[in-house]
């Protein structure tokens, strides 16, 4: 099964720029999504398509990806921004969505 | 509005079934694939697998395929996860999860439950 890789934790200060990496083999040549879950609440979609936004998430979300590595980049860092960080794929060899193991964003 | 209204909290025993719901609107059931995700406490999310109620299409994901059964009823607009006999490691918190496209189970998932905690304790 596939398997994608992120950094279990980031710190960063309010303000700042917070960079959260999924590894996956191959992984620029397929669709990423990212995802955002605040303590007690369900997932919120943040980025998908790679880097396509839904409607109501700020502009300081972006997403991108090359070679083995998606990213997604978190500008002007907010302490509302503190949350886990789920990353997200269609495993196409085994016909099934997989997450990433997750990073937990903390504000300084 | 779309929503996704989710059965509540369970308590179960070790060998007991159970079947958890997920009713939606606010959108075309039939036509949107749906899926379910496991949340363990204090860990991350698990993909178990989805349905496509138009025509029940299933995809399980292969550390859940016959553990579990999704299933679809078009005529009440819900999704069911079910356990034919629970172990204590199925308690978790339990997701369904629409896909954000009509049709397809590519490009994410736009709206989710608010989760079903089961809990499975002799």
């Known amino acids: 099964s596939y398997v994608l890789a992120q950094p279990p934790s980031v710190s960063v200060a309010p303000g700042q720029t917070a960079r959260i990496t999924c590894g996956g083999n191959n992984i620029g040549r397929i669709s990423v999504h990212w995802y955002q879950q605040k303590p007690g609440q369900a997932p919120v979609l943040v980025v998908y398509?790679?880097?396509d936004r839904p409607s109501g998430i700020p502009e300081r979300f972006a997403g991108s990806h090359s070679g083995n590595t998606a990213t997604l980049t978190i500008s002007r860092v907010e302490a509302g921004d503190e949350a886990d960080y789920y990353c997200q794929v269609w495993d196409t060899s085994s016909d099934h969505y997989v997450f990433g193991t997750g990073t937990k964003v903390t504000v300084l | 509005e779309v929503q996704l209204v989710q059965s509540g909290a369970e308590v179960k025993k070790p060998g007991e079934s159970l079947k958890i719901s997920c009713t939606v609107s606010?959108?075309?059931?039939?036509?949107?694939?749906i899926g379910w995700v496991r949340q363990m406490p204090g860990k991350g999310l698990e993909w178990m697998g989805i349905?496509?109620?138009?025509?029940?299409?299933?995809r399980y994901s292969p550390s859940f395929q016959g553990q579990v059964t999704i299933s679809a009823d078009k005529s009440i607009s819900t999704a069911y996860l079910q356990w034919s006999s629970l172990r204590a490691s199925d308690t978790a918190i339990y997701y369904c999860?629409?896909?954000?496209?009509?049709?397809?189970?590519?490009?994410?998932?736009?709206?989710w439950g608010q989760g079903t905690l089961v809990t499975v304790s002799s």
């Open positions: 398509d790679d880097f």
């Open positions: 999860a629409k896909t954000r496209i009509t049709g397809t189970y590519l490009g994410g998932i736009d709206s």
């Open positions: 349905i496509f109620p138009a025509d029940s299409d299933t």
């Open positions: 606010g959108y075309s059931f039939p036509t949107y694939w």
